[in-house]
């Protein structure tokens, strides 16, 4: 038999995650209740119900043990598995951290291959706060045995300037991606359809739109149809006449899906193909955009 806290323990080091939240921490330690044993070894000592007050215990313990310990990039809530065979690198570790951000902007870009120009700083995408606190509220009821306060689990850690000495620069939006896994890691990236419509959102999160317009160039055709799905998605109207005017009249894709986002051109409207600079006198009659880049 296996003692309930070497059992925590042992299932810590299992799964080998650089870094745990109080959430995690609580959510293995109810997978283990449930079962009643780890690795087919039965638990003693097992707690007859499982709640917040233990959970703190249980951490006390762990850090006593020197099992976990806490995080320096972290205020609270975050712990760092002390013998875990990975540091973690920001990506995963911030993944890990708030269970809703994800890699985008030019960071996903990167790690797509889509730019050779590595960002000096980690582009993180998270859901605006209302949305966030919904999304946590929703996982932490789905726990079997929920605590009240949703918050005594898991609440917006926040990052600091850096994180694994790396800078951060955090997104915040209504509409967030459904991000994709990067194998073998905690870590979750935009799809690259979605990476794709975000260059024409924010292009200068990107790059620029000038580097924007290279990466089209070389990649759009490559990946089109997951462009004009996540384009289609897009709750964005200038995203969608900026794809419209460099895949049909810049790149010469034909395609009806394309044709279908003609009704979101505006006349008489202030667009921009490149909304960081100047008007100029050039312009897409068809896709009523000024093609000042």
């Not at 109810?30 to 249980?58: C, F, M, N, T, Y």
């Not at 799905?229 to 460099?246: F, L, M, N, W």
Request: aromatic share 8%; proline share 5%; with cysteine.
């Amino acid at each position: 038999m296996i003692t309930f806290l070497r059992a925590f323990e042992a299932a810590l080091l299992a799964d080998d995650r650089p870094v745990v939240t109080d959430l995690d921490l609580y959510r293995q330690a109810e997978r283990l209740l449930s079962e009643g044993s780890w690795d087919q070894v039965k638990i003693k000592h097992a707690p007859k119900a499982w709640d917040v007050a233990r959970l703190h215990r249980a951490i006390r313990r762990l850090v006593r043990d020197q099992v976990i310990a806490s995080d320096n990039d972290f205020r609270s809530g975050v712990w760092r598995v002390v013998q875990a065979t990975r540091a973690g690198v920001a990506e995963e570790v911030a993944c890990i951290a708030d269970p809703f951000c994800y890699v985008s902007h030019l960071s996903a870009m990167f790690r797509y291959g889509l730019t050779d120009r590595s960002p000096a700083a980690l582009h993180l995408t998270t859901p605006e706060r209302a949305l966030w606190n919904q999304r946590r509220d929703d996982l932490v009821a789905s726990l079997e045995t929920p605590p009240e306060d949703p918050t005594s689990l898991l609440h917006r850690y926040g990052f600091k300037d850096k994180l694994r000495r790396r800078p951060v620069v955090i997104h915040e939006t209504r509409h967030p991606a459904a991000p994709l896994p990067l194998s073998g890691e905690q870590t979750r990236i935009a799809a690259i359809g979605d990476t794709f419509a975000d260059t024409l959102g924010e292009p200068a999160l990107c790059g620029g739109m000038r580097h924007v317009l290279e990466v089209w160039d070389r990649h759009a055709e490559e990946w089109i149809d997951a462009i004009i799905e996540a384009v289609d998605r897009s709750k964005s109207k200038i995203v969608k006449v900026r794809a419209g005017h460099i895949l049909s009249e810049r790149l010469g894709i034909q395609d009806e899906r394309i044709g279908a986002w003609l009704a979101f051109a505006q006349r008489g409207g202030s667009r921009k193909l490149d909304p960081e600079a100047p008007y100029a006198p050039v312009f897409s009659e068809t896709w009523m955009l000024s093609l000042n880049v």
